[in-house]
């Protein structure tokens, strides 16, 4: 099994005879270097108790209550779809709040299922921040750009200046976009004009577009 160093892995449990394996592939995942949690069905543990699992991953197994009334705890089911949507992306706490009620999931549900996902470092907007600090920086979005995505992600304000100091120097980032998609100087003042804009919109300050174009013009004449 390839190497799960810093994973985090949500382990669900049904009912069914080969149930008992799955004891094997959460100790499999544990020597592999994930963190295991494990969710079960009430039907799962006819075929291996929940401590077994709580042994193998030192973390208490969640089991599904379902009673002959069908009145049931339906966390396990926010549980699921929350683990589910964070498995396919990368989300803010925000976003997946937003995600699980569009899904139907109740308030209460809700925060118990993030609230769990944060306890078990499934979710956590610190590193969320970081993350899309790298990818602005891929993208060449500036500090102003940034913080609109800080904020359409919903992510805590608290959080944005540690995550803004991880993006490059501004001018540096401006450099690079110049290099990488810009072929030629613009020959004038329109051309400026719009080059100018093109990286504002891009959440680039004004200050800093025109100190990186006057500086880049003559660099640009001294390209081979």
Not at 117 to 123: D, R, Y
Not at 127 to 154: I, T
Not at 159 to 175: F, G, K, S
């Amino acid at each position: 099994m390839e190497k799960l160093s810093g994973k985090c892995v949500l382990l669900g449990v049904t009912g069914g005879i080969a149930a008992y394996k799955m004891a094997s592939v959460a100790s499999g995942l544990r020597k592999a270097g994930a963190d295991v949690h494990v969710i079960m069905t009430e039907n799962a543990t006819q075929f291996i108790t929940p401590l077994t699992f709580e042994t193998l991953t030192n973390h208490r197994c969640v089991v599904d209550t379902f009673a002959r009334d069908f009145q049931y705890d339906v966390h396990h089911i926010s549980l699921a779809k929350a683990a589910d949507l964070i498995n396919r992306r990368a989300m803010s706490r925000s976003d997946l709040e937003k995600k699980l009620r569009e899904k139907g999931a109740g308030e209460g549900d809700i925060r118990y299922a993030a609230e769990w996902l944060e306890a078990i470092g499934a979710l956590n907007d610190q590193d969320f921040a970081a993350m899309l600090a790298r990818s602005c920086a891929q993208r060449f979005y500036g500090p102003a750009r940034f913080r609109e995505e800080l904020r359409r992600h919903g992510v805590d304000r608290a959080l944005w200046e540690e995550a803004e100091e991880l993006l490059p120097p501004e001018e540096e980032l401006i450099e690079s976009y110049l290099r990488a998609k810009v072929r030629t100087p613009p020959t004038d003042d329109r051309e400026r004009k719009r080059l100018s804009d093109s990286l504002a919109r891009r959440g680039f300050s004004w200050p800093a577009v025109r100190t990186v174009l006057r500086r880049f013009g003559a660099d640009w004449a001294d390209d081979p």
